[in-house]
């Protein structure tokens, strides 16, 4: 075995398998390490659906938006993903991307890549004030079984879950465990590492769950090299909670104030 074969995958890597299965089809497997309380966390199958796309040899450009339906449980039955690429233009592209376990449809997305070239820039976004580094933080402890041990979070505001507080805000430096290098398919699992705001503003433990995600991808691939494997900062709050449903929007930021991405979800709660 030479020196290139023996190296392992990070963690994150290895829960991401894909092989080919045919034209546009891939054959994949869950990976218990990033379950979230009865299914994969929503992350994980966002970060397959996307990572279905970019290994699609034809496909041009990187990642600038993602939409994600996520439309049934899934158990550890094996998966298959097939992508489809609904038009390719010279900017802009757009991929399908399905996930089906048991020959049924468990989720899908929407995959824009765009062809990302030098224009006038400028930003709107500033980086939250008064925001201590992640070394002057204590790391909050994890729980075995959960995907919430594959990332290492450091709390620099918001009121503790299960509380009925005023708002929903909070702000986290996180990061991999293994501190893997940032990449476009980690950026949009972390896009969903927070808490479901729910378990901010309500007392009572609540069943919740993400029905739809979006993510845009601010982010050059410059700027995700810069950031490596260091933390970044993952800010969320939510709108509005009514009739069994709300929203959530968040966003994530180098420890250089660089906006990397920003996130929309709806969620169902009981």
């Not at 020196?3 to 054959?27: K, Q, T």
């Not at 994600?68 to 690429?85: A, F, W, Y």
């Not at 929407?110 to 006038?120: K, N």
């Not at 009739?243 to 709660?269: I, K, M, N, P, Y």
């Amino acid at each position: 075995m030479d020196d290139a074969a023996s190296v392992r995958l990070h963690d994150f890597d290895e829960s991401l398998p894909l092989s080919p299965a045919g034209p546009r089809l891939w054959d994949s497997r869950i990976d218990k390490r990033y379950w979230n309380m009865i299914g994969p966390w929503g992350g994980w199958t966002a970060a397959l659906l996307l990572k279905a796309v970019l290994a699609e040899s034809d496909h041009g450009g990187t990642p600038v938006g993602l939409t994600v339906n996520l439309m049934g449980g899934l158990d550890e039955s094996p998966l298959q993903l097939s992508t489809r690429p609904v038009r390719q233009g010279k900017s802009v592209e757009f991929w399908a991307s399905e996930l089906l376990q048991n020959n049924a449809p468990v989720a899908m997305a929407m995959v824009t890549l765009g062809q990302r070239r030098e224009t006038f820039s400028t930003h709107e976004a500033s980086f939250p004030e008064g925001v201590k580094p992640p070394e002057a933080i204590e790391s909050v402890p994890t729980r075995p079984g959960f995907f919430t041990a594959m990332f290492e979070q450091r709390p620099v505001q918001g009121s503790a879950p299960l509380q009925e507080n005023p708002d929903s805000l909070t702000r986290n430096w996180v990061r991999d465990h293994q501190a893997r290098p940032l990449d476009y398919v980690l950026l949009a699992g972390l896009a969903d590492v927070f808490a479901p705001r729910i378990f901010y503003r309500s007392a009572e433990r609540r069943p919740a769950s993400t029905v739809s995600m979006s993510v845009y991808f601010h982010a050059t691939p410059g700027e995700l090299e810069a950031v490596g494997g260091d933390f970044v900062l993952a800010e969320a709050k939510a709108r509005r909670f009514e009739s069994g449903f709300f929203d959530q929007h968040g966003a994530l930021w180098s420890r250089d104030g660089v906006l990397l991405a920003t996130t929309e979800q709806l969620c169902w709660f009981k």
